[in-house]
């Protein structure tokens, strides 16, 4: 077992995919932002109203997947075909879980790119809330399904 | 209490901080990567010889630092003056503790440059190593410490 | 009465503005999208409730205000210190008016990043609205006021 | 009819174009800036000689196009494989007209792409001449023709 | 003999490759910087432990290869699927060279990729010894091998 | 003698410039495109008229210049006020010399900008005319002068 980002060297590179298919490929991440109960109320007053957190923070996740690429070092560029990205308020454990699900038909995958649109999503609403809560917690990102390419179809095994 | 990101109308806005003073100001965020020992052991055996996925990782989080304004929608852009980035291998949970500290001069703090410098460490550490272990999940990612401005200092408090 | 943009070569520069004094600068540019009474409806609708087309056309002229430097070949980057977007849905005229106003505390006024604010959210309700009316015009991008600066105050005469 | 940049909860996504084939796809979109008469015979006088204001347009126009999908919230990324930028003083309108022709082979049209090109490029020009005329502007943005894709073929019936 | 990347008016343009062939393609890339013995002695010991110049020098090349099409106005953006760097040192000669093999599938070669990475690379050599050393040299940057597209195989005849 | 972008733990890190004060500060550098003298001839018979691959050039190195912070891992970002490139072609040894001029005002220097200005400067030239000539070589870049910052002045002695 042996991570593939290195040369000969040892040295990093970005793995060359070159003879790989293009393929229609799918991934699905997942993660939580937790706050206070007054924060999440806060939130949850925007969505239904004025000042949508949530607005902003799905546009954030969605510019923040398309550049991936740009972000992590050694990812390859894709050519994403489908980004959306979907908040559901846990007051139950005071958090907003956010689930994002990236498409694209090409040689790699798109995990990067769903985690990638996750995290963004999540520190916009950090970003977003810090005013009244810096003790929030971006936590539990994370792949939950895959689809496509030669490695197969990936599911991750949780009960949250 | 209220958000501030918003303007009358309750749309998003960036926040008007031309009054406010130019000063020192530092914030100190944290995170980590959980993974398969299997895995840990790895990245251990790379960052003493050859693929070493943390000077990626590194490089990535630092960069990252440097481009929050474009990622996070409401930033306001920032000449950060100083990056830090520090990993610590944790056998005993099997995981990597990710800790950056962003200093500038200016007219915000930077909270959200060292929360995306701890992101993009641990999206990159997830990039390297997601050929063997899809299953890591990267959590905890919050503000520990920040100071300078006119909110004063923050500390978390906890134990880990 | 010459242009500055160019050095003694008629070859383009960034103009020197080494030895301006950093001064509180504001810019205020207009702009419209005219279209068809239905699709202003469509967005309309959307403003009061499901799929905010304003919303995202809101993130993307404030996302792209900071980006204004990267784009015009010439333009100096600057530290944005406020932005806010303002629409006006225009019944009467079957039209959207954009309202940008761009602060910062530089050497270089944002009359640019004011006018960029405003095409990008243009050009991002287009966009969003393309699939129902490709007949959509932009139009009447201008500079309405402009304080702070060497050169003084700006404020456009007209009635529209 | 129905916006289609919506999922089911009505906010934003990028739409699902994965299924889409790749064809050509070809978008001309044109515009204009509107100038005083002597800002005009500036920037003629540079494009025959010294300080060529439309050389740096064009140079803007086009790589602007390129990043279309970094500045449009929804919009997907796009292999552009040609951009052409054509400019014409109107002297009897004191105007200066821009033509931008866009192709890919892809999933998505290219009139996003078309419309970016006018736009940067216009913003450019006014950026170069601003110093001497403030009350320029850009207007009449518009998409005059599209081929390729699902939904035919597009040619805007107007006379100006 | 002509020049590609100008339209029939004289002005810059996008070539036109609509009508190309997706083909693989393969560039390298070298290039050199040439140091006082001292820092390269330092480069050296970082890369046996501590202070891995260049270890950051591949990761800034190999994203600044990703990002060729951003900075060099008239390429055609690519994805790019496969990049390493390679370094040797040169004691006898007092320089490091830099070689950069760049893999693409598309339309247009990936040469400016290549020679981008060398050049970004350097740079980065450079940026990280400058404190002790500014009469540093980046010299020596071309091409020496391509492969793929219509116009054929190149080969640089050379002996460094 | 130690290089400074490390922190103790030998990682690279954005060293801290926090407490250096704002100085003016100047960089100069320079470069060299040799090329076929028929390539160079067509070079010098566009920038007389039709094609001019120096003002694509131009462009292409001041938009290089100010995303340097981008582009080189460690490097702070700065605002630049003011960037000039000047091309000198020189047909008794068949090449072009490039020398850029970047100011800022600010807590580090600018030599990082001034040589990437050269090097996106050269790479768009070699772009340009790789149609034509692949074996054009990029050579020579060096800084040639700096002044402000606590460093002090710097002088390159070389007669070329």
Chains 1, 2, 3, 4, 5, 6 share one sequence.
Not at 15 to 33: F, L, P, S, W
Not at 125 to 139: G, L, P, W
Request: glycine share 8%; charged share 25%; proline share 2%.
């Amino acid at each position: 077992m042996e991570l593939s980002h290195f040369n000969e060297a040892g040295k990093a590179r970005m793995v060359d995919v070159t003879a790989k298919n293009d393929t229609v490929r799918e991934a699905v991440a997942e993660g939580r932002v937790t706050m206070r109960p007054q924060t999440l109320e806060l939130v949850k007053k925007g969505a239904m109203g004025k000042g949508d957190v949530l607005a902003v923070a799905q546009v954030g996740g969605i510019m923040g997947a398309k550049r991936t690429w740009e972000l992590i070092p050694m990812c390859h560029p894709l050519l994403l075909t489908g980004v959306n990205i979907e908040f559901t308020l846990r007051e139950e454990i005071s958090a907003i879980d956010i689930r994002a699900t990236v498409k694209t038909t090409g040689k790699t995958g798109v995990e990067m790119e769903a985690l990638t649109a996750v995290s963004v999503a999540a520190l916009t609403i950090y970003d977003m809330c810090k005013a009244v809560d810096k003790d929030m917690i971006v936590e539990y990102i994370r792949l939950t399904a895959k689809s496509g390419g030669k490695s197969g179809n990936y599911q991750r095994e949780e009960s949250v």
